[in-house]
């Protein structure tokens, strides 16, 4: 009349080397995921940091940029940390090099 019936233990060493192989798969799917998430996640942004900083660094007098907010202008002077934009005839403004986003191409403002 007893429906359950003994269960045994089995021993860590029965299917060989299984101690390490369990530990292996138990990880493997958080490996996989740290794997893909740097590669989809994390070296794209890497990508993206490394190319506005040799942007900024090649910022010079008479390129053509727009800002964070969108402003476009013409770089009247670069020093370390600002430059200097013409928005319009005789109107300049002071930004940080980093609010810089794009460089445009050469002839995009005619206004200026």
């Known amino acids: 009349m007893f429906f359950i019936s003994n269960a045994y ?9 299984a101690g390490l192989l369990g530990s292996l798969t138990t990880f493997a799917p958080i490996i996989i995921m740290v794997v893909v998430m740097y590669f989809l996640m994390i070296r794209p942004q890497q990508k993206r ?8 660094d090649a910022l010079g007098k008479g390129d ?3 800002t964070v907010g969108g402003v476009l202008g013409r770089v009247t002077k670069v020093t370390d940390g600002y430059v200097t934009i013409e928005v319009s ?6 930004v940080q090099k980093n609010a810089v986003t794009a460089v445009m191409p050469k002839g995009t403002l005619k206004s200026l």
């Open 64 to 66: 053509e940029v727009i």
């Open 9 to 17: 233990a089995q021993t860590a060493d029965a299917a060989g080397n």
């Open 89 to 94: 005839a005789g109107t300049e403004i002071v």
């Open 49 to 56: 940091q490394k190319e506005l900083r040799t942007m900024m």
